[in-house]
């Protein structure tokens, strides 16, 4: 089965939106097992989009027609498939209904123009998930199929997960279920992940129960995709869970979570269990540590706060760091101590160093310390990080927060 | 003169690295007045990029062929482009040995299969910027041409803008030169902008003299970009120059800044202009601030720090806010004045609310008070931020950042 991708907006070709759609769409195919040969950006032209989508058609058994569904005149993805199909657009009053209710519902105008989002070409159908005003279609030529889209990410997924990717699977007379799991790793290089997971490989290999697979994501880890096949959803995920042991034996605390696990959310979640609270003094991230926590929702059960001392005074002067260096394993546990006194929380971490683009204190741009404070706990440690400003303080967090994850792990 | 994108690799249509080449090339060429109305990505196989190529080359007059040029036997770029032409490739030697001793020189390992990328189709000639180990190429066919560039991004940029643009409007027989600026804008809608400017687009709409076009960049703000054309650079800039003056006329302090910079750049320029420090309070931000504000070199001039209260007891212990509500205008002014007093600068900042997913306080979500606090000034506003709970964040980082900008040029 072939599902060729065609994203539609001028404004993709002017590079003004980068299509990461498109990309999202073509993981999810190849998860579900299904080949993408080719994805095409195009205007909104009807005369061009016409001709891609037929051509796209030709050499696949399906197409994904992703954006124009909105309701301006811009908007024309439903007059090409009609064209292509060779039908007209028929208005479904219910689906007009149903999308002036949801304009009064969240207390938006409604206009004339939106009736257009209920035009569905001869044939077609619409597909259940709606999670916008634009409805997503269905379209049926012959033995092959158009599926259309809003360019909306939100609205998109929920539609191909919910609706596109079934279908493809059940036109292609799939009866085994694709299931994967990632595993998020922090600390070994892709190399080392491979050198430590060769003898499980090659059983997998020789087997066939699962797949490994090993994807760089820069400064977030690099992830473990463990992917099976399998008669049914219960026996793959069966195969996954046992697969994941196996490979948490191997790794073990190098694996800090699985699929849309963060490393903060992690941390979070252990200090919870303990009912401990966390205070950050930040001075080279500047607020990143706190603002990464803070993302998350519940984070304040948690996180108490952070004092950002991004200059040597507001060290001394908030934090009680001894007036002197500050780029030195002491000022990080002082650091560390003293936002978990100040902040009054249970433990207490710190970060200081250089970003760059000068070094200071005669150490060397991506030099760092980190510092951690928590009962009978009192430590810093020095680090080397690689790249640009940016990098050295993304790689800082991270690795601070993988310092308190292994610290909480390890008691 | 229309130039359509091949983008060359498996990975891109699994979607494990997003194609922001394609994009970055699409506004390059509009930028270049060149129209680019397909952009195709293909995997790194010859049946199927030789026929994606002959494809885009019978629409367009020129093709850009972007990957697919590395060393491993998996880049074969070079050999689909020889097969279009209809040519054979002939290894170059003087390219060889210029690529061994660039490995030489960088201490890395050269093996014979680096030498594939001595291979040239006959007819084509090599693109002179090289900044990595693999040369570009331009490879006429007939009255058209293919340029083939590297998929690592700052090669690819270095050969697009230093030969192929330049080759395109030459073969174009564009003698003008299109230069374009961006006038950076916060504050408005737009809508809003667009009535503001719609005389002076009516002016230039019938002088031909410049162009305006509207671009949002979502919680960045909209951009007006000023594009001319002119016989000269020196005669564009001039155009340019005096368009600027007249849209800043027209939209005063609603424009921020100009081209690369931003709503943190801008602010730490005014303030490092009067010498003044700035200290942050930051509740449901969580330190978003100070890490964008850290963010740019030779901050820490100008900004010392900030106090991350995510709890309350924070903002009593640490900012001196009276114990009570703390998602209210005295809140936010006690922050900002906390901020000022303990972090020892001349302005301070602060910004509280509720960011979801809950109400607090019998507030809703996305309910936010920014204060400031400076000589002579105490203040704070209420705002209502629209959007999930990462949304509300940043546009709360952005509105008081802009509230900044706007006390201090108003004195």
Redesign the interface.
């Known amino acids: 089965m072939r599902c060729e991708i065609v994203a539609i907006g001028t404004e993709?070709?002017?590079?003004?939106?980068?299509?990461?759609n498109?990309?999202?769409?073509?993981?999810?195919l190849?998860l579900a097992g299904i080949d993408?040969?080719?994805?095409?950006?195009?205007?909104d032209?009807l005369g061009?989009m016409v001709s891609?989508i037929q051509?796209a058609l030709e050499r696949s058994d399906a197409v994904i027609v992703c954006g124009g569904l909105g309701p301006t005149q811009d908007d024309i993805t439903r007059e090409a498939i009609a064209q292509v199909m060779g039908v007209s657009l028929i208005r479904h009053d219910h689906i007009g209904e149903h999308i002036r209710r949801l304009f009064e519902s969240r207390g938006r105008e409604f206009t004339q123009n939106n009736l257009r989002q209920a035009d569905v070409p001869e044939g077609a159908t619409t597909i259940a998930e709606m999670p916008g005003t634009a409805p997503g279609l269905v379209c049926p030529i012959e033995d092959k199929v158009i599926y259309a889209v809003p360019g909306v990410p939100y609205e998109m997924r929920e539609m191909v997960l919910g609706t596109v990717i079934p279908d493809l699977q059940r036109r292609a007379g799939m009866t085994a279920v694709i299931r994967s799991r990632v595993l998020r790793t922090w600390g070994q290089s892709e190399s080392g992940l491979a050198e430590m997971l060769a003898a499980r490989i090659e059983v997998l290999d020789r087997t066939g129960l699962a797949t490994l697979a090993f994807?760089a994501s820069g400064v977030e880890g690099l992830k473990v995709r463990i992917t099976a096949k399998a008669a049914d959803a219960l026996a793959a995920d069966a195969i996954i869970a046992e697969e994941e042991q196996h490979v948490r034996d191997i790794l073990g605390s190098y694996v800090f979570g699985i699929d849309e696990q963060t490393m903060e959310s992690v941390v979070l979640d252990l200090l919870r269990e303990r009912g401990w609270t966390l205070g950050?003094a930040?001075s080279?991230?500047?607020?990143?540590?706190?603002?990464?926590?803070?993302?998350i929702?519940g984070?304040?059960e948690v996180?108490?706060?952070?004092?950002?001392?991004?200059?040597s005074?507001?060290k001394f002067?908030?934090l009680g760091v001894p007036e002197g260096p500050v780029v030195t394993e002491a000022a990080a546990k002082a650091m560390a101590e003293g936002a978990r006194k100040?902040?009054?929380a249970d433990v207490g971490l710190a970060v200081t160093g250089v970003?760059?683009?000068a070094e200071q204190e005669g150490q060397p741009v991506g030099t760092v310390y980190l510092g951690i404070a928590m009962p009978g706990i009192s430590d810093a440690r020095w680090a080397r990080m690689p790249g640009d400003?940016?990098r050295i303080?993304e790689y800082s967090v991270i690795n601070l927060l993988n310092l308190l994850r292994r610290r909480v792990l390890t008691g």
Chains 1, 2 share one sequence.
Do not use: C, H
């Open positions: 993709l070709l002017l590079g003004q939106i980068v299509d990461t498109s990309s999202w769409m073509g993981g999810q190849a993408s040969l080719y994805q095409t950006k195009v205007g032209n061009r891609t051509l994807q950050v930040e080279l991230t500047g607020g990143l540590v706190g603002a990464r926590l803070a993302a929702p984070a304040s996180f108490r706060g952070s004092v950002v001392a991004y200059s005074e507001v002067d908030l100040y902040l009054k970003a760059g683009p400003r940016n303080r």
